[in-house]
Nanobody, 124 residues
Framework: QLQLVESGGGSLQAGGSLRLACVAS????????LAWFRQAPGKDREGVAA????????GYGDSVRGRFTLSFDNAKNTVYLQMNNLKPEDTATYYC?????????????????WGQGTQVTVSS
């Protein structure tokens, strides 16, 4: 059974950097779309970054564009989220997701496989 497992979360001060990893395990992993979402307490889930794998084209949420970078290592079946210049408002549980219908950060509707989440806490 295919699973996504995130790691790399932690606590740090504003201005710092963190890299999250999401490893896909199980049968052959070849979704068209890979994405990162996040959810802060009391808030809706928010799209952070999404990549359309066939073209390697990536879109980012407005609040993270220019600071976060999504990448994928084919050999390791791992998707990364490099987060730079972190801010307290980036504090959330971060989830990786995979799907094949639509690669978008606007909604999580089209993603059918999710990881368990990893917590990121940024203090001022």
């Amino acid at each position: 059974q295919l699973q996504l497992v995130e790691s790399g979360g932690g606590s740090l001060q504003a201005g710092g950097s963190l890299r999250l990893a999401c490893v896909a395990s199980g049968k052959s992993f070849s979704p068209h779309c890979l994405a990162w979402f996040r959810q802060a307490p009391g808030k809706d889930r928010e799209g952070v970054a999404a990549q359309y794998r066939p073209l390697r084209s990536t879109g980012y949420g407005d609040s993270v564009r220019g600071r976060f970078t999504l990448s994928f290592d084919n050999a390791k079946n791992t998707v990364y989220l490099q987060m730079n210049n972190l801010k307290p408002e980036d504090t959330a549980t971060y989830y990786c997701a995979a799907g094949s219908a639509s690669c978008t950060v606007v909604t999580d509707t089209y993603y059918t496989l999710w990881g368990q989440g990893t917590q990121v806490t940024v203090s001022s």
